[in-house]
């Protein structure tokens, strides 16, 4: 009951830093603490051997050896491979056996498949939309599309002792500058989200990332670039 609760209470604890890092303009203190929160949630390190690939069903530290020599190294490959290739992994990697086939691939469907696509609001759909003037606020309109329709809305964490919603933040940065920050949660088919931001002063193409970042995955994270013109 104490592990439950001081569990429960130190993701509270996190997403309060990721507030207070990102008022700050802290882009890799917002980034580290939220990768904190990924870490608490799957009771894991960042840079563990196995990749997280042990946390699935009936992937063992033999199965993930072989696996990696296969060329198999992170949940993302597993989680994008079509059906017909990731059979062929796993029966290479010993597991045969259809029950726990299917009980492996059932999860794996289930993990969230995401497309991330941003651009300036307004803008024709291209790379960057019109300039925009120094100290202005402009906004990067960010949409979400789920990949697959099996997604589930609670995280995947075998050691979290109770069910966790999957959360998802939006951090727009450039260097070691936090621009923007939203969280959100995701629908099976598309999220639409808005970053606003205030223009730089100093006139100029600026390139600056998107990143979408889990508050429950190791791994999945995504990034993209805008582009935004300031004269």
């Given at each position: ?158 050691r979290f002792p109770k069910p966790k919603l999957a959360g998802w933040w939006l951090v727009m940065g450039e260097d070691e ?55």
């Amino acid at each position: 009951t104490d592990t439950k609760s001081v569990l429960d209470q130190a993701l509270r604890v996190l997403q309060a830093m990721v507030d207070v890092c990102a008022n700050g303009g802290w882009l890799h203190t917002t980034l580290g603490t939220m990768r904190l929160s990924q870490m608490v949630t799957q009771a894991r390190f960042l840079d563990d051997d196995d990749a997280g690939l042990t946390d699935l069903p009936h992937v063992d530290q033999r199965v993930c050896e072989a696996l990696k020599r296969k060329g198999v190294h992170s949940l993302p490959q597993m989680v994008r491979a079509d059906p017909e290739t990731l059979r062929g992994w796993l029966a290479g990697a010993g597991l045969r056996d259809g029950r726990k086939l299917n009980e492996l691939s059932g999860v794996l469907r289930s993990l969230p498949r995401i497309r991330l696509e941003v651009r300036p609001k307004d803008g024709s759909g291209g790379s960057a939309a019109a300039p925009i003037a120094p100290g202005e606020e402009g906004v990067v309109l960010v949409t979400l599309r789920a990949e697959n329709s099996a997604s589930r809305s609670k995280a995947f964490a075998p050691r979290f002792p109770k069910p966790k919603l999957a959360g998802w933040w939006l951090v727009m940065g450039e260097d070691e500058e936090l621009l923007a920050l939203k969280k959100v949660r995701l629908d099976r088919g598309s999220t639409t989200a808005e970053l606003a931001f205030e223009a730089p002063d100093e006139p100029g193409e600026y390139v600056w990332s998107v990143m979408l970042v889990s508050d429950s995955y190791i791994g999945l994270d995504q990034t993209a670039e805008v582009r935004i013109v300031v004269q």
